[in-house]
């Protein structure tokens, strides 16, 4: 049975995802800014993804997502960027709709992300 990915994994991987579409390389520095976390703490969750297979990372110390790492990150972006978009459809102000996407994006099954996408988009086809 496969493992269940913790938060604090999907985040990382998000995050190097978000901050590669951003910038040509992506370096634990960047990835502690981005998050607010130490760079010790940044080590060990790099160490934990390379050893799952999610990211590698060359000599220079640039982070790279392995396919199955940027599925992972693809799909929580996704949920990311649906659920900040539902919240500020109803009135959520923007900070808090990532924020709170943020949390969510973990919580929520696939089969529910996918009924909230198919209502994102049916609401999107009545404006």
Same mark, same amino acid.
Request: aromatic content about 4%; glycine content about 4%; charged content about 30%.
């Given at each position: 049975?496969?493992?269940?990915?913790?938060?604090?994994?999907?985040?990382?991987?998000?995050?190097?995802?978000?901050?590669?579409?951003?910038?040509?390389?992506?370096?634990?520095?960047?990835?502690?800014?981005?998050?607010?976390?130490?760079?010790?703490?940044?080590?060990?969750?790099?160490?934990? !993804?390379?050893?799952?297979?999610?990211?590698?990372?060359?000599?220079?110390?640039?982070?790279?997502?392995?396919?199955?790492?940027?599925?992972?990150?693809?799909?929580?972006?996704?949920?990311?960027?649906? !659920?900040?978009?539902?919240?500020?459809?109803?009135?959520?102000?923007?900070?808090?709709?990532?924020?709170?996407?943020?949390?969510?994006?973990?919580?929520?099954?696939?089969?529910?992300?996918?009924? !909230?996408?198919?209502?994102?988009?049916?609401?999107?086809?009545?404006?």
């Amino acid at each position: 049975m496969e493992a269940r990915n913790t938060q604090s994994i999907e985040d990382y991987l998000e995050c190097i995802l978000m901050l590669g579409e951003k910038n040509e390389h992506v370096r634990s520095i960047d990835v502690s800014q981005e998050l607010g976390v130490t760079k010790p703490s940044v080590s060990v969750a790099m160490k934990k !993804l390379r050893e799952r297979g999610m990211i590698t990372v060359d000599l220079n110390g640039h982070i790279f997502l392995t396919d199955e790492g940027l599925a992972i990150a693809e799909k929580v972006y996704s949920k990311h960027k649906l !659920l900040t978009n539902l919240l500020l459809h109803i009135g959520v102000d923007k900070e808090t709709a990532a924020d709170e996407a943020c949390l969510i994006e973990h919580a929520i099954s696939d089969s529910t992300y996918e009924r !909230l996408n198919e209502l994102y988009i049916q609401m999107q086809k009545k404006k």
